[in-house]
């Protein structure tokens, strides 16, 4: 050995790669995925399948089937509780193993077929947790028992179950949206107090009172496998109830989460879960945690948070939010990786940052470039070309975002039609009633109004005061024409919901 330690020429030690593939990924949300059907997923560049066995347990495959390499995420769950491949009828068992060739000679040569590894379909360690679906991105038993042995990252309040059920901490709806940027840019998104104020003006804060110069300063120091964690100096955003202390903590691979205590002894955390699907673009699954004061009091001002809402009234208000980030990160990522391309350097290099305000953004890129390989580990042959949308559709495309993976929203949305169908045939014949009921009314005090006619003829005072009475609607034809209306303004209503399941828009310019 001619190098010993410390010799100057000794080569400088490799930093600490971060493991990627030793972690749970949260891949979806457990209520919004029918579970009769297979629903096709990307991780890491590669499509998967996940579907629900006859267990009632959701499992995870590849998603190619061992026979000729179509995709199973277009076949069956069938009642037997296997997945079938569609294309020739192979079907498949929880753990990815053979179950039927239904093109076998005899029923012995199927059983010897059917014992090969290679009619086997690779199968990802699954589980479920806290509403959430949870994939190990390695198979084999050796990955199963790594993915035993390993918790999820989260943080106590995510998963106390028993305290959720008590109601002295509230879990709001799974937000989930697939996004038209990377997952580097996610993070680097949530590990960005600043921007809070500016780019989400009217939603959290103003752009023009609210930013400040402000320190942010380390909870947690960088490391290779745990990430780390800021806290800022000062409160960014004013709140009814004071912060006394907020910070944002980065556990790699997926989870930011921001949490704010208040003066009142309360606690928010956004818990915000970014997955890489593909190059250019990633998952977004995220919730708010809130955990109560012992007086059983949420933070002042987010009472409503606890307030019973519909599901699909959460996801569709949730672009108003994201899509005010949304409109940057897709195209700075593009610029990014132009520039850096014909610059040669890396992406961060290319950032001016005069204050402190970056400190995190900074420092999760260094984790990024000295621990994480400075890119997400697709998997090989993945086309790594960022597709760029000239047309801002795509960006604001909540269908394919968000309404087509759920169901709840695909339910709320036939609704939402149904509705539409009834209120306008309810208004057509309430008013329809209304103009009958006056037209029979008037013609029922027709020979009244002949009597009073001539009675004013002959000079009645009685006969004249009765005139502008007679041919007043009843209360009845008011009724009618109020349910017209209110059916009218119901079905006006809903034709301005339906469009959210689609597309929600969102420029700077016009948020004054
Ligand atoms: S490709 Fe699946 S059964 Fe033939
Ligand atoms: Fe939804």
Redesign the pocket.
Known sequence: KLLTSGDPYEAPEAPESFRWFKHWYPVHVAEYLDPTRPHPLKLFGCNLVLWKDGDGKWQCFEDA?P????PLSEGRVEEDGQLL?A????KFGSAGECKAIPQSEKPVSEWTAKQQEACAVASYPTKEAVGLIWVWPETGAEARKEAEATSMRGFSALFDEEGVARGDIVRTAWSLRDLPYGWDYFIENVTDPAHVPVSHHNVVGNRYKDPRFFKLLPVREMSAQEGMEYSSDRQLVPSADPVTSSSTDFQPPCLVRIRSDYQSQTQTNLCLFAVPTTPGRCRYIGCQVLVKNKEGELPKGLAFFSMPMPKFLFHILAPLFLHQDQVFLHHQERIVNHRSQVAGVRGEKLYTTPTPADTMVLMFRRWFAKHAGGTVPWVPGTDTTLQTNADPVELYDTYNAHTKHCRICQGALKGVELWQKITSVAAVVAAVGAVTAYAAMCASKSAVAAAAAAALRKGSAAALAAVPTLYAPSPGVYALLALALLFLAANVMLGKLKPLFFKYEFSHADNH
């Open positions: 089937c026979h000729r390499l179509a491949c294309y020739h009828g192979w």
